[in-house]
């Protein structure tokens, strides 16, 4: 059987033949400013008052809303504005707003689409205190086609700041609305648009299916389970439960692998998370590892898996690669190489980066491609200082190997695994459903002391 001894010496000397001179410095600095105060004006004659106007401003990421925020119900409501069947559902959900203005809140949450133009000239008109006016004018639009010019020209008949809408238009100021908006309703998996949520519930049919009468008894119904809400009723979550979730694993790649443990056991003991590549803020509170071979295409998808996670739980979610990978095969060495590069990126800076590029090294790679040809691609293509990388490979060779081995002794098995709330999950998951109600349950509230 190898050991991570003599992979580390098979490392440390192919690694010292790929050694380049060069170096890189960067610097930053931070201006600092400050500016005298003046003295009050000696008091004097009152001066009339000027003519004032006043100017609506909501601020950039505030949503549409209709109705106070203490409403007993909250209905929201995801579209595309200008979309052909955005009208009806948004008319009908502000006249049953209108219908109920003290306990009822209707809050709208623009998706951009097919028809981004539309969508950040919609939010934009929020900022400027527009946005029922404009979303009712541009509802009205039949067989037109929403160019920047037409939506202008509507902006500019409801008194909109058209130099503001092109502005906008041109530095993308909405795209992270957008972007959050979408993010909500996979997350609270509603439908697709137009949907609505009633207190977080969906419908039970399309909502473009739903009639007026409909919309009434759902709103009578979440009406009807706010007010009667009790806590001796058992409406409030166990915050020690976990999800009873039938957890489908994918693939792993030892094809012999033997008593591989069920999905879910707990870690004996944590992992350097924070020594490995990652994406997303390192203060989180969730956190999905994936460990995996870089040569492999299960490492590949429960990567993807794993990223299309921040598109729903945007910053509470930090996703983090390790090297996962057989110490016993015949192409160890080679991996260990090729896995110490990885490290040493993240070492260097690269860290996340470098792992995209590994991967699609691996999808162009050919069979007679060599270990260090592709190193270097992945090298050049990150811009990692070449004196820099050496030097790294030379000091830190088989550390890929002993990461693994650390891996075993904390219960990782096989590759790929993903390890969501200290809890390991060989193979990974079959799906992305799956992957975010075990992000869900990570964040869900819990019990930070025995009750």
């Known amino acids: 059987m190898r050991t991570p001894w003599l992979l580390a010496g098979v490392s440390l000397v192919l690694a010292a033949t790929h050694a380049l001179p060069s170096g890189r410095a960067d610097e930053a600095t931070t201006p600092a400013a400050s500016a005298p105060t003046s003295a009050p004006a000696p008091a004097g004659p009152p001066t009339p008052r000027p003519n004032r106007v006043r100017v609506d401003h909501h601020a950039a990421d505030a949503a549409p809303t209709l109705g106070p925020a203490s409403a007993a119900v909250t209905v929201e409501l995801f579209i595309v504005p200008g979309a052909a069947n955005s009208r009806a559902p948004f008319?009908?959900?502000?006249?049953?707003?209108?219908?109920?203005?003290?306990?009822?809140r209707l809050v709208v949450r623009p998706l951009g689409r097919d028809r981004i133009n539309a969508a950040e000239a919609a939010l934009e008109a929020q900022a400027q205190g527009r946005f029922f006016t404009f979303f009712?004018?541009?509802?009205?639009?039949?067989?037109?086609?929403?160019?920047?010019?037409?939506?202008?020209?509507?902006?500019?008949?409801?008194?909109?700041?058209?130099?503001?809408?092109?502005?906008?238009?041109?530095?993308?100021?909405?795209?992270?609305?957008?972007?959050?908006?979408e993010g909500r309703r996979m997350r609270l998996h509603a439908g697709?648009?137009?949907?609505?949520?009633f207190a977080g519930q969906p419908t039970p049919r399309p909502l473009s299916s739903l009639t007026r009468e409909e919309l009434e008894e759902l709103y009578q119904a979440?009406?009807?389970?706010?007010?009667?809400?009790?806590?001796?009723?058992?409406?409030?979550?166990?915050?020690?439960?976990?999800?009873?979730?039938?957890?489908?694993?994918g693939p792993i790649d030892d094809d012999a692998a033997v008593g591989v443990d069920e999905p879910g056991r707990l870690l004996r003991r944590p992992l350097p998370l924070d020594r490995w590549p990652s994406v997303g803020p390192d203060s989180a509170p969730a956190t999905i590892a994936v460990l995996c071979n870089l040569r492999r295409a299960s490492c590949q998808r429960q990567l993807a898996l794993a990223t299309a996670m921040r598109a729903v739980f945007e910053d509470?979610?930090?996703?983090?690669?390790?090297?996962?990978?057989?110490?016993?095969g015949d192409d160890a060495a080679e991996l260990t190489l090729l896995h110490d590069a990885a490290l040493c990126g993240h070492s260097l800076g690269v860290g996340w980066t470098w792992v995209e590029q590994a991967l699609t090294a691996t999808q162009r790679r050919?069979?007679?491609?060599?270990?260090?040809?592709?190193?270097?691609?992945?090298?050049?293509?990150?811009?990692?200082?070449?004196?820099?990388?050496a030097s790294c490979r030379a000091r830190r060779a088989g550390a890929?190997?002993?990461?693994?081995?650390?891996?075993?002794?904390?219960?990782?098995?096989?590759?790929?695994?993903?390890?969501?709330?200290?809890?390991?999950?060989?193979?990974?998951?079959?799906?992305?459903?799956?992957?975010?109600?075990?992000?869900?349950?990570e964040l869900a509230p819990g019990a930070l002391a025995p009750r």
């Not at 008319?91 to 009822?104: G, I, K, N, T, Y």
């Not at 086609?145 to 130099?163: I, K, W």
């Not at 697709?192 to 949520?197: E, G, Q, R, T």
């Open 192 to 197: 697709s648009p137009p949907d609505a949520l």
């Open 366 to 389: 050919r069979g007679d491609d060599s270990v260090a040809a592709e190193i270097e691609a992945v090298r050049t293509s990150t811009e990692v200082d070449p004196a820099a990388f």
């Open 222 to 249: 979440a009406y009807t389970r706010a007010v009667s809400a009790d806590p001796a009723a058992g409406t409030e979550p166990d915050p020690d439960a976990r999800p009873d979730l039938l957890l489908v694993p």
């Open 400 to 441: 890929s190997a002993w990461v693994v081995a650390s891996q075993r002794a904390a219960g990782v098995t096989v590759a790929p695994t993903v390890i969501v709330g200290g809890r390991a999950y060989p193979g990974g998951v079959a799906d992305a459903r799956m992957l975010q109600m075990l992000v869900e349950d």
């Open 316 to 328: 509470q979610l930090r996703v983090v690669w390790g090297p996962a990978f057989d110490l016993d």
């Open 136 to 181: 009712e004018l541009l509802g009205k639009q039949r067989g037109v086609s929403l160019s920047r010019d037409r939506l202008a020209q509507l902006a500019a008949q409801v008194g909109m700041d058209v130099d503001r809408l092109h502005a906008a238009w041109a530095d993308d100021r909405h795209d992270a609305t957008l972007a959050s908006n």
């Open 91 to 104: 008319e009908l959900l502000r006249d049953l707003q209108q219908a109920h203005p003290s306990r009822l």
